[in-house]
């Protein structure tokens, strides 16, 4: 709950800001991707073996790179019907 409250405040930190919107998109990506990585260690976790550094730090990277890539994919489709 309180991951939640904290990505909750930064987006409206995001939106008090301005920035090019691309930045926000990016942003907005690598904030949401690193959410959800650190939400799949901590359920893949939750069985009570811990996972290894390695495996952890490839999972983070993974999904905050596939954060950054569905905003920038995001940002497209809104261009294209602009």
Same mark, same amino acid.
């Given at each position: 709950?309180? /991951?939640? *409250?904290?990505? =909750? ?8 800001i301005? =920035?090019?919107?691309? &930045?926000?998109?990016?942003l *907005?990506g &690598?904030?949401?991707? *690193?959410?959800?990585?650190?939400s799949? #260690? ?7 073996? /811990? ?7 490839? &999972?983070?990277? #993974? ?8 905003? /920038? ?6 261009? /294209?019907? *602009?």
């Amino acid at each position: 709950m309180l /991951a939640l *409250a904290g990505l =909750l405040f930064l987006v409206d930190v995001f939106s008090l800001i301005e =920035l090019w919107p691309p &930045i926000q998109y990016l942003l *907005a990506g &690598i904030v949401l991707g *690193a959410f959800g990585g650190r939400s799949v #260690v901590v359920w893949r976790e939750r069985g009570g073996h /811990a996972l290894h550094p390695d495996l952890v730090r490839r &999972i983070e990277h #993974v999904w905050t790179l596939t954060g950054v890539a569905l905003m /920038a994919l995001m940002l497209l489709v809104q261009v /294209a019907f *602009a």
